[in-house]
C-alpha cells in the first residue's frame, strides 16, 4: 500500500471522528452520559429540598425518581418547521381548565423506521417554548398522562430533541397542580424507553 492511499485512509478516519464528535455536541459519548447523571442528581436535591417541590407540602414520601438508563439514541436531531400562520391551540389540563399556546412549529424524525411528528408550541404567557407528549410506554412504564421535554430553536432547520431528559408534570407527584396534557399530534407511535419513568 502507497504512502498516498495510507494518506487518504488516515484521512477519512479523521473526518469521520471529527463528524461524529460534533454530532454529539463536541462531548464523548461517556461525557455526554455523565451530563445527564449529573442533571439526575440535581433534579433529586432539588425535590428532595427545595421549597418550591412538588413533595414540599404533600403526603406522598420522597423516595427518588426513576429513569430510563441514559442512551445516546434518543438525543435525536429531527427537521423542524417553523409554524406559519401562527395559530392558538387549546390543550386540556388535569383540572379541566383549558390552557392557550401559540404553534411554534412542528418537528419530523424517524424512530424504529417509523416517521414521527411533534407540535412545538409556544407559552403565551412567557414566550417559552414547550412540548408535551406521549408514547407507547404512557401508562405502562411512564406518566399515563404524558411527559415533557424543555426544546430551544436557534432559528435553523433542525431542531435537538432529547428524550433524555424528559421529565414527569408536578401533577405525577402530588395533588393541587395543573398541567397541560399532550395535544393529539404528539402521541407517539413508538415506545420512548428514555427520560423519567412514573414516580410510584
Known amino acids: 500500500m502507497n504512502q498516498r492511499k ?14 461524529i464528535y460534533s454530532f454529539s455536541g463536541g462531548q464523548t459519548t461517556e461525557e455526554y452520559i ?8 440535581e433534579a433529586d436535591i432539588f425535590m428532595k429540598n427545595n421549597s418550591e417541590s412538588p413533595f414540599k407540602d404533600s403526603e406522598v414520601k ?7 438508563e441514559p442512551n445516546i439514541k434518543y438525543k435525536i436531531t429531527a427537521r423542524f418547521t ?73 432559528g435553523g432547520n433542525t431542531i435537538v430533541l432529547d428524550f433524555n431528559l424528559a421529565y414527569n408534570p408536578y ?14 399530534e404528539n402521541l407517539l407511535s413508538v415506545a420512548i424507553e428514555a427520560g423519567e419513568k412514573t414516580y410510584q
Open 62 to 68: 420522597y423516595e427518588g425518581l426513576k429513569y430510563y
Open 34 to 41: 455523565a451530563d445527564i447523571l449529573e442533571e439526575r442528581e
Open 82 to 154: 417553523k409554524a406559519d400562520p401562527t395559530r392558538i391551540v387549546k390543550l386540556g389540563t388535569n383540572d379541566g381548565v383549558e390552557r392557550e399556546y401559540l404553534t411554534y412549529g412542528k418537528a419530523e424524525f424517524s424512530f424504529a423506521d417509523k416517521p414521527q411528528t411533534l407540535l412545538i408550541l409556544e407559552s403565551v404567557e412567557d414566550e417559552k417554548l414547550f412540548l408535551a407528549f406521549g408514547d407507547e410506554t404512557s401508562a405502562i412504564e411512564t406518566y399515563g398522562a404524558g411527559r415533557y421535554l424543555d426544546v430551544t430553536h436557534s
Open 6 to 19: 495510507i494518506l487518504s485512509i488516515v484521512v477519512g478516519v479523521v473526518i469521520a471522528i471529527i463528524m
Open 171 to 184: 401533577c405525577a407527584y402530588a395533588d393541587g397542580f395543573s398541567c397541560p396534557l399532550p395535544p393529539r
